[in-house]
């Protein structure tokens, strides 16, 4: 009996030994930065790829050392089937430990669009149409399909959208950035409605963003562009025509 119980109690030793062992293989590998040539690494997630798949194409692309430490960590641990699609930005010093953090988090890489004031409404459809991370939705770029679309009720796209820096994932269709643009610019035209102070000569909010596309057209410089819309402003307060 007193055989059995030191085999037993040798047995139990040799395990927690075993297992304090690989549990400081497996943090030291964890913390371990994956291997990135430059700045950062970008690697797309597609809907669908397996846990194997991914170790793998990890390790090809130079970035992990041990794919299968990798492969059976996620699978014993349950995190494999976890893992989000997305673009995901892996910079430089990422340990393999933050990585799969992000993975799960679904911290995916943001790319961004910017909308230049003055735009037309031609050239806001071009740089989304040439945009690689875009997914292309629009078979008519005609306005008032998209108009109908957007539940917007101008008659005219311009001046509509928001000039502004877009942040969105990979494979965000263009009728959700016109969406946001477009939502945005009513949000912020409203707030400058409700608070406006001098005496009324436009009639809705709609009026001040044609009269700004016409102030917009008569010069290219800003800081005349305060006085033009005085001169307007007068203009209109009178009764008289732009001319313009």
């Not at 927690?16 to 994956?34: E, H, M, Q």
């Not at 679309?149 to 502004?164: D, I, N, Q, S």
């Amino acid at each position: 009996m007193n055989s059995l119980l030191r085999i037993a109690l040798g047995l139990l030793v040799g395990l927690g030994l075993i297992a304090a062992f690989s549990a400081v293989k497996i943090n030291a590998f964890l913390d371990t930065p994956l291997t990135i040539e430059g700045e950062q690494l970008i690697l797309d997630v597609r809907p669908g790829t397996s846990f194997a798949a991914l170790s793998q194409g990890l390790y090809e692309r130079g970035a992990l050392k041990h794919p299968n430490w990798f492969r059976w960590y996620g699978r014993l641990t349950g995190k494999a089937s976890r893992v989000k699609a997305g673009e995901y930005q892996i910079s430089a010093g990422t340990t393999i430990r933050e990585f799969l953090d992000e993975l799960l988090k679904g911290q995916v890489y943001l790319n961004s669009l910017t909308i230049i004031e003055g735009w037309k409404f031609v050239d806001l459809l071009a740089a989304l149409r040439d945009h690689p991370a875009v997914e292309h939705t629009l078979e008519n770029e005609d306005w008032q399909p998209i108009a109908n679309a957007l539940g917007a009720t101008e008659g005219h796209p311009e001046g509509l959208f928001l000039p502004e820096t877009y942040r969105f994932p990979k494979g965000t269709s263009d009728m959700e950035l016109l969406r946001q643009a477009y939502r945005q610019l009513h949000e912020v035209l409203a707030t400058e409605w409700a608070a406006r102070t001098a005496p009324p000569v436009l009639q809705d909010p709609y009026q001040a963003i044609i009269l700004a596309s016409i102030i917009e057209k008569e010069t290219a410089r800003a800081d005349e562009r305060a006085r033009i819309s005085g001169v307007f402003t007068r203009r209109l307060q009178k009764g008289m025509r732009l001319q313009t």
